[in-house]
C-alpha cells in the first residue's frame, strides 16, 4: 500500500523510518509546511518525495498515496480529515 506521511517532526519522521522498513508499505510522499526543515531533508535524503505544500500535495497529486498518516498537531489534523475523507483517504 502507498501511504504518505504529513508532518516532518520527530513524529512523522519516525513513522518513515517504519514505513521505508516494511514489507507492506511504500512511502508515496513525505509532507510539511517548512521548505527548510530537517524531516523534509532527512527524508530527501532518503531518496522519498518530499514537498513543503503539505495537504495540497495531496490534494494535487491524489496518486500519490492510498493512505495518509496525519503527524501534525491536533487543531491541524481535524482540518486536514474532512478533506482527506472527501477524497476517500
Known sequence: MKVAVIGTGNIGCDLLVKILRSDNLSCGAFLGRRPDSKGLERARAMGVTTSSDGLQF?????????????????????????????MGK
Not at 491536533?74 to 480529515?81: E, I, P
Open 58 to 86: 495531496i490534494v494535487d497529486n491524489p496518486d500519490c498515496c492510498d493512505l495518509v498518516f496525519d503527524a501534525t498537531s491536533a487543531k491541524t489534523h481535524s482540518l486536514h480529515a474532512a478533506v482527506l475523507k472527501e
